[in-house]
């Protein structure tokens, strides 16, 4: 996994986003979002434990320097919006439970890091179109995702790195949208 991070840096993929429950993420089209996988302690959660709440997703790995920016800005979108029935989860993608949890120590998140160690949760958020020549689950690496109360996704940003947001605000703003229409 290491050897992607600098790939990373040379590598924009395409920001897609929709605020509406009708529009199509033609680059993301998830059908079925639902997921369950370990967090640090191994106590399985699943996006379905979330269902009637929003949730806000990170693909994410210690190595990465855009996921690492944003670290204080997930927290800080945690601390704001949870009061509203927002839960922010990390889920990281490939690495051991050590890289992991020192990771999460680190950012200080006070929300749960999950572990996709094989990259296939992933993977299935990945749009076909981008990025073919890595593999599917490295092209999440440094998304964002939105799934609304129904599980629907809502939002998802991909890494480009011309108009990377470390501070979450096309984020915060879709998710604002999605809190109003409830």
């Known amino acids: 996994m290491k050897t992607i991070a600098p790939v990373l840096w040379t590598v924009a993929?395409?920001?897609?986003?929709?605020?509406?429950?009708?529009?199509?993420?033609?680059q993301a089209k998830v059908q079925d979002p639902s997921?369950?996988?370990?967090?640090?302690?191994?106590?399985?959660?699943?996006?379905?434990?979330?269902?009637?709440?929003?949730?806000?997703i990170h693909f994410g790995a210690s190595w990465c320097p855009f996921c690492?920016?944003?670290?204080?800005?997930?927290?800080?979108?945690?601390?704001?919006?949870?009061e509203?029935?927002?839960?922010?989860?990390?889920?990281?993608?490939?690495?051991?439970?050590?890289?992991?949890?020192?990771?999460?120590?680190e950012a200080a998140f006070s929300f749960?890091?999950?572990?996709?160690?094989?990259?296939?949760?992933?993977?299935?958020?990945?749009?076909?179109?981008a990025?073919?020549?890595?593999?599917?689950?490295?092209?999440?690496?440094?998304s964002n995702l939105i799934v609304d109360q129904a599980g629907n996704v809502r939002f998802i940003s991909l890494l480009d790195t011309r108009t990377f947001d470390a501070q979450l605000i096309e984020l915060q703003a879709c998710l604002d949208k999605v809190l109003a229409e409830s």
């Not at 690492?68 to 949870?82: C, F, G, M, N, V």
């Not at 989860?89 to 999460?104: D, F, P, Y």
Request: glycine residues 4%; proline residues 9%.
């Open 68 to 82: 690492r920016a944003e670290d204080p800005h997930l927290e800080a979108l945690y601390q704001t919006y949870k």
């Open 112 to 129: 749960p890091m999950l572990l996709d160690r094989d990259g296939t949760v992933a993977a299935r958020f990945a749009p076909p179109q």
């Open 131 to 142: 990025q073919p020549d890595l593999p599917r689950h490295e092209v999440m690496v440094a």
């Open 13 to 26: 993929l395409l920001l897609v986003s929709a605020c509406h429950p009708d529009a199509s993420l033609p």
């Open 84 to 105: 509203r029935g927002v839960q922010v989860l990390v889920i990281n993608v490939g690495e051991s439970n050590t890289a992991a949890a020192r990771w999460k120590q």
């Open 35 to 56: 997921f369950t996988l370990p967090a640090l302690d191994e106590e399985l959660i699943s996006l379905e434990d979330y269902r009637g709440q929003v949730v806000v």
